[in-house]
DNA sequence: TATTCGTGGTA
DNA sequence: TTACCAAGAAT
């Protein structure tokens, strides 16, 4: 890899920051002021998710809940609502809890520093350090997917992203980069060079405002960077969609508190070995694809009579569930329902 | 340490 | 259609 010298590292500092002044997304809704309730809602949004999805998200958020004290104290159902369809449902919740920290423990003193940041609930070491350098000028290095994939380019960092241990390296490699005088700009210019010039799939590195200190593009091989081990593909599973309707009102079962989708309502699924178990009497006639990180559902909806009911089940009217927060895949098992004769 | 956790976009 | 992402954290 390569290794920059003091004189280089302060002309690097300067050309970014110079070009984030000029073409940085200033214009990004959680970047109106450095208020840590916003950095900090903001960043979790973040996590995994394009800003363009989160966007909305964000402005609906702070509108309904404009104060960490207002998160703190709103019913959970409420935070979940405006999270529907975000994905990664903990994140909500835990965003919640980490409110609640500040609030009660804290007093409404928020934690400062890096280190201390990392005791509130969802908030890891990126995320901590992104809070710390924005809101409180911590110089500290937010290491994340575009600080892997940017300095891993200008420095051909060989470390494999997907190793744990990657980060404390990338993390060492930085640190004594980051700009002592402006740490949260220089975080948020590399996230901006990591969203233009310097992305994942066909990158513009030729125009690139740090070009001249891009050592995998001078050297021809900025597509082997960075490097990325690749991960397990989806595993399919089958299920049936119990369809129980009573009154006009459907039947929701809540999942259970861990695991995927945790405490969601969704239309009560068995997995099933195959369709033939089935066949004749599901309702649709290709079932439902939704995809997760890791897992592939095929779901047959199949008509039900009334049965007894678990503690974990309740009739729903279309306004009761209409006002729940509904994973995508239960909001698409609905939307085939109604557009299959019923 | 490796796996688990959503969703939508794109080649 | 498949693969691979996109501002990670918890377990």
């Given amino acids: 890899m390569e290794t920059w010298n003091e004189q280089t590292i302060k002309e690097f500092r300067k050309t970014l920051l110079n070009w984030y002044d000029k073409e940085g997304r200033a214009h990004l809704p ?9 950095v900090l809602v ?30 703190a104290t ?42 201390d940041l990392q005791s509130l609930p969802g908030v890891g070491p ?46 060492d490699i930085i640190a004594p980069i980051v700009d002592p005088e402006r740490p949260g700009d220089f975080n948020q210019a ?17 125009y690139s405002p740090v070009r001249e200190f891009n050592a995998a593009f001078r050297d021809g091989v900025e597509d082997q960077y960075p490097v990325k081990t690749t991960k397990q593909r989806p595993v399919k599973q089958l299920f049936m969609a119990s369809v129980f309707e009573k009154d006009g009102k459907l039947l929701f079962e809540k999942r259970p508190d861990s695991g995927l989708l945790a405490g969601f309502w969704t239309f009560p699924l068995t997995q099933i070995e195959s369709i ?8 649709n006639i290709k079932p439902v694809t939704h995809i997760f990180t890791h897992r592939r559902w095929e779901i047959w909806l199949v008509k039900q009579e009334t049965a007894m009911l678990n503690d974990n089940q309740q009739y729903f009217s279309s306004d009761e569930w209409s006002a729940l927060s509904l994973p ?12 299959t004769e019923f």
């Fill in 30 to 38: 959680w970047r109106v002021n450095h208020d840590p309730y916003r």
């Fill in 190 to 206: 590399i996230m901006d060079l990591g969203s233009s010039y310097m992305t994942t799939k066909n990158p513009d590195s030729l």
């Fill in 74 to 115: 709103a019913p959970e159902d409420v935070v979940l609502k405006l999270w529907e369809g975000l994905g990664y449902y903990s994140r909500a919740r835990n965003l919640q809890k980490a409110a609640q920290f500040v609030v009660n423990e804290l007093h409404g003193q928020w934690p400062e520093s890096s280190d």
């Fill in 276 to 283: 033939e178990s089935i066949t004749g009497q599901q309702l």
């Fill in 126 to 171: 990126y995320t901590a350090a992104a809070i710390a350098s924005i809101s409180f000028n911590e110089v500290v290095p937010a290491v994340d997917g575009n600080q892997y994939r940017v300095f891993s380019r200008l420095l051909k960092i060989d470390a494999d992203i997907a190793d744990t241990k990657s980060r404390k390296i990338f993390y």
């Fill in 328 to 339: 995508k895949v239960q909001h698409k098992l609905l939307e085939k329902l109604y557009d």
């Fill in 42 to 71: 903001s960043e979790i949004m973040l996590q995994q998710t394009r800003v363009d999805t989160v966007i909305p998200y964000f402005d609906r958020f702070m509108t309904s809940l404009p104060t960490v004290g207002d998160l």
